[in-house]
């Protein structure tokens, strides 16, 4: 279970807790804020804070006294032409700050994205929890036979068995150690700081991490991509959800543009173009690696 019945009532407690404001809110994140969404076997994403929703956006694109609101068709129509036409900065107005919960091999892909503002528990500090990130069976992947930086099928029968064994006891036994070496029971007790690095990469940790929403876009695009790692996905798939509630107009255009939209090259444009003209293209004509022909391939199927 992520969370304790003591952290249950704080949030419980937190959301009671009504105050009113001037301040612009978003009615759909009014109704995430606080509670913890599980993810994978230990971890979780709940929003701590926001600023800002969809009129936020238009508001700064206007450069407005006012909520900078017209009408919710122009408004949405606004929002799509920013994204359309990558009119970024009027995004960066809403931020929101989230508290996750996940494995250390997660959290250095997560890290990568410089453009957001963390703060992550202590392990110097506090003591780690025995919670280490084991992969359900459908998740206990094969590597990949063409990608290697992917994953095939489930592993099966005796293989699957013996991995989850291999992963549950490894973690197991280096928490043990972690305890036995900081105990002072009888010893001085190694620092904190140092018996951690003997704990494994998918022992969880947690961090606040404040993101404007245009960062947060990027983020998504590549993390709830479909190329990304599952483990990672699955976090950025919890907060679409959260902020297709947030700034619904916002997050429509995001989907559209971005995770449903592609980039075409010049030459596939131009392939394009003769394909509309009858002209039948092959990868040879079409200026295009294989690779590249591929890609272009699976963009144009309806598969
Ligand atoms: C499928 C996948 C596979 C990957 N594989 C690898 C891998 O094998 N090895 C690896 O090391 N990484 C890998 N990465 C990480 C990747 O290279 C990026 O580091 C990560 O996605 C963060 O992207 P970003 O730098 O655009 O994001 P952010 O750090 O959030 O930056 C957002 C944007 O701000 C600008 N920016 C931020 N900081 C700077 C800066 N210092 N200088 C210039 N511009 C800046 C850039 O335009 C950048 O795109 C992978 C990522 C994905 C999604």
Redesign the pocket.
Known sequence: MPLSPEQIAEIDALRANATPTLRAVSEGMEGHLYTAYPVLDHGFVRVIDYMGDDAAICQAARVSYGKGTKSVSNDAGLIRYLMRHWHSTPFEMCEVKLHVKLPVFVAR?WI?????NVNEYSARYSILDREFYIPEPDALAAQSTVNN?GRGAALQGAEAARVLEILKSDSHRAYDNYEQMISQDGQDGLARELARMNLPANVYTQWYWKVDLH?LF??LR??A?A???YEIRVYADEICKIVADWVPHAYAAFADYRMGGVNLSGSAIDCIRRMLKGEEVTQEASGMSKGEWREFQAVLSDG
Do not use: I, P, Y
Not at 112 to 116: D, K, L, P, Q
């Open positions: 892909q990568r994205h410089r453009t957001a930086q960062n990027h983020f590549l993390r991509d190329h990304a790692q």
